[in-house]
Nanobody
């Protein structure tokens, strides 16, 4: 059974930081592209950051220089370090694992940036 379990969300003030974690089980973790998506109320889900099986990364323009995606293969865990958070980063953040046509989703974790 495949499970992706996110943690680390919460309420943070503008300019603050959070680190999201996504622990994966039931998949050959190192062979999957691991992505972080987010969905704000009334908006479509968007890809925020991805780390590919080879270790390269990609980010949506709005988070470049502020967010960093990384992984620990030994722990089957992917992270999203979020710095200099803005109110517009408020959303539910989802972990995604993808390999060719197969993909899995986590349940999501809420991130709220507000003073």
């Amino acid at each position: 059974q495949v499970q992706l379990v996110e943690s680390g969300g919460g309420l943070v003030q503008p300019g603050g930081s959070l680190r999201l974690s996504c622990a994966a089980s039931g998949i050959a973790f190192s062979f999957y592209a691991m992505g972080w998506y987010r969905q704000a109320p009334g908006k479509q889900r968007e890809l925020v950051a991805v780390i590919f099986s080879g270790g390269s990364t990609n980010y949506v323009d709005s988070v470049k220089g502020r967010f960093t995606v990384s992984r620990d293969i030994a722990k089957n865990t992917v992270y999203l370090q979020m710095n200099s958070l803005k109110p517009e980063d408020t959303a539910v953040y989802y972990c995604n694992a993808r390999r060719v046509t197969v993909e899995f989703w986590g349940q999501g974790t809420q991130v709220t940036v507000s003073s």
